[in-house]
């Protein structure tokens, strides 16, 4: 008998309950804001590190900004016609 193993288990559990992850994701993310509320750093290096959630927010606003620069910029930059050979010769 052949065993499925746990990476089958996950994506078979990933296709049947999508919104139950999404939503143990976001919970997951806000407890850990949540927590920083609490466990505060003992020196703060910069000022931004006294405010709580501020370094989630910050990477959330950077990883929306990235996204948007790489989709509206950089694309249309680098992309070419689906049907161009690669074969330049």
Known sequence: METKGFGH????TREEQKGLWKVLFFVLLAGLVGVNLFLRPHHAEYGYDTIP????????LVSVLMVL?????????????????D???
């Not at 288990?9 to 078979?12: A, E, G, V």
């Not at 959630?53 to 959330?60: I, K, M, V």
Request: glycine share 6%; aromatic share 12%.
């Open 9 to 12: 288990w996950l994506d078979t």
């Open 53 to 60: 959630g501020f370094w989630a927010a910050f990477g959330l």
């Open 69 to 85: 620069v790489m989709k509206k910029i950089v694309q249309p930059l680098i992309e070419r016609p689906e049907d161009r050979d």
């Open 87 to 89: 074969d330049d010769s």
